[in-house]
């Protein structure tokens, strides 16, 4: 629209009577003050107070419902019917709205820090001279069911003191929000919350206390028993991985907790697969055999409790339970730490001592997403071992995902890279690369994480195992003390917690010691960390983004996983 010239604006001002003038001035003014009273910001999709038509129009009627609450008891008994039909979809909208896991459920691939990324990223792709892709694609998977990992808080019911509550607590605060429904939740972990729950109102175990000026002067043993519990799901057979955290020392004799074990397993199936579950391979190949499983013998700690892989009909409704485990915590109220990982701190109770995952890359285009990576897969079942000592994926069907990219792009390497990881936890990357690399060495600070990584090692072929080592270090020390290892390295894979890579790694990568390394792996899991150091890593001159994409691993929430190739300048 052409602007208005100034004189043709004067004209009309100067030609109207002073009376008229008035009036217009008064009539803007009066606009103007309109304007600015009712000028509303409205909330955006992937803003967390923004609704969707549905969402706007069921509030209506919640609003119309409790208007209705004020009129006479003969309409109201003549309404009760239909209020009723309504009762069940409005308390699951309730409390998906206010489950902190679902803040941002409706458009989880339109949230603030998405946004964020994908404007950030595609500046840098559209900059990059070794891309013609200019787009951060975002993928995500299942938005309901997906997670197989929850560490939930036990504190005190808001209703009721003496009885204990499991939930999440609310954003930036120590106010518990119990979630026993939670959509994000794989079912099994549901079940755990309810037969614990139970389990602790029959038998009057306390429930920790959060810190509060009320209770300062309490000691730690005054504060509460039951601090988390702790809750893994296999995915193969959906049985729990149970862990107590209990406010306590281990080697002391506790009654109150014996009782809640007996409780818990009483409530529950102890489940055991065949050697640890058959791998996908194998099991496509025994077609037909599905009910030769033999019953495998007690677990050592020689629990009264046999148990097959078919549940008797008494046995039907309840919770699967593939191993029990205590941690024992009492640690400083102030402190904010879960679980104590001293190795004198866990006892395991019943059960097989570790959960048996296998990553299972899309074969064909129509079996993942559009769009994700389907890599050739190795040719042999590749086991990764998670204990409750470990970091696991809580959502590992769309980590997968990354890993198949990563697994894509070494295989497109001219030669077979020497391949060092840090922060590799277990070796869910590196030994998914074991087939496609010269030699991997991969590390982590964890001291449980080293039997996980050999347990899986022994289970790969004769030919592989010498290709893989693991050394008990943190990223830090890894490139201040293995020099002679980086100067091997071509392929270097990073996968950092949240907060990113150490001021010595950023160094180490920034500084011109690394120049064999002709491919740079990193998985984010912090944007505002990966941002810091990705500006660092190009800042220094040496390195370019070559690719990236991201993936919602935790629909619901307001964060993005980061996938990031840098290749040398």
């Avoid at 003496?162 to 994000?184: D, M, Q, R, W, Y």
């Avoid at 769309?398 to 590799?424: A, H, Q």
């Avoid at 984010?524 to 941002?531: E, I, K, L, T, V």
Wanted: hydrophobic share 30%.
């Amino acid at each position: 629209m052409p602007a208005i010239h100034p004189t043709m604006k004067d004209t009309k001002t100067t030609t109207a009577s002073p009376a008229t003038n008035a009036a217009a001035a008064s009539t803007k003014t009066t606009k103007k003050k309109k304007k600015h009273i009712f000028k509303k910001k409205i909330p955006q999709k992937g803003d967390p107070d923004y609704l969707s038509p549905t969402q706007l129009r069921n509030r209506r009627k919640r609003n119309a419902k409790k208007k209705g609450n004020q009129q006479p008891p003969q309409q109201q008994e003549s309404s009760a019917n239909n209020s009723a039909n309504n009762n069940n979809n409005k308390s699951n909208e309730d409390e998906e709205l206010k489950d902190p896991s679902m803040k941002y459920i409706t458009y989880p691939t339109k949230t603030p820090i998405v946004r964020t990324a994908t404007k950030y990223i595609e500046a840098l792709l559209q900059s990059s001279d070794v891309t013609n892709n200019n787009t951060f694609h975002v993928y995500i998977g299942p938005l309901y069911h997906w997670r197989t990992v929850s560490k939930l808080a036990v504190r005190p019911d808001a209703t009721d003191k003496n009885k204990v509550a499991i939930g999440l607590f609310a954003e930036n605060s120590h106010s518990l929000l119990p979630v026993p429904k939670c959509k994000a939740h794989h079912p099994s972990i549901n079940k755990v919350v309810e037969v614990v729950t139970n389990a602790c109102h029959e038998l009057n175990v306390i429930p920790y206390e959060s810190n509060t000026a009320d209770n300062e002067s309490k000691s730690e043993e005054e504060m509460g028993q039951l601090r988390y519990i702790g809750v893994n799901v296999d995915r193969s057979s959906g049985g729990a991985q149970v862990t107590l955290v209990w406010n306590g020392k281990s080697g002391e004799e506790d009654e109150q907790l014996e009782k809640l074990v007996g409780a818990i397993l009483s409530e529950t199936v102890l489940y055991k697969a065949e050697a640890g579950e058959e791998p996908p391979m194998k099991r496509q190949r025994r077609r037909g055999r599905r009910g030769d499983n033999k019953e495998e013998s007690q677990s050592k700690d020689n629990v009264k409790k046999s148990v097959s892989s078919s549940s008797s009909n008494n046995d039907s409704n309840k919770v699967r339970l593939h191993s029990l485990w205590i941690n024992y915590n009492s640690s400083w109220k102030h402190s904010n730490r879960i679980f104590e990982y001293d190795e004198s701190c866990w006892r395991h109770v019943a059960g097989s001592t570790s959960i048996t995952e296998y990553l299972r890359f899309p074969t064909t285009k129509s079996e993942g997403q559009k769009g994700v990576a389907n890599p050739t897969p190795p040719s042999y079942p590749v086991p990764l071992h998670f204990p409750p000592t470990v970091f696991r994926q809580a959502n590992l069907d769309s980590f997968t995902n990354i890993v198949g990219r990563i697994r894509e792009r070494v295989l497109e390497m001219d030669e077979k890279p020497f391949c060092v990881e840090l922060y590799g936890g277990v070796g869910t990357i590196a030994l998914n690369l074991s087939d496609a690399v010269s030699h991997i060495v991969s590390s982590d600070e964890n001291p449980n994480n080293l039997k996980c990584f050999q347990d899986s090692v022994k289970q790969l072929p004769a030919e592989i195992q010498p290709l893989l080592d693991y050394k008990q270090k943190n990223a830090a020390d890894m490139v201040t003390s293995e020099s002679d290892l980086f100067q091997m390295c071509d392929l270097l894979v990073l996968d950092p917690p949240r907060k990113g890579l150490e001021d010595e790694v950023a160094d180490y990568l920034c500084k011109g010691h690394c120049s064999s390394i002709k491919l740079l792996v990193y998985v984010s899991c912090g944007f505002q960390a990966f941002q810091r150091d990705c500006d660092a890593l190009l800042a220094s001159g040496r390195w370019r983004v070559e690719f990236a994409e991201g993936h919602v691993l935790f629909p619901g929430s307001d964060a993005v996983e980061t996938l990031a190739f840098f290749v040398p300048k």
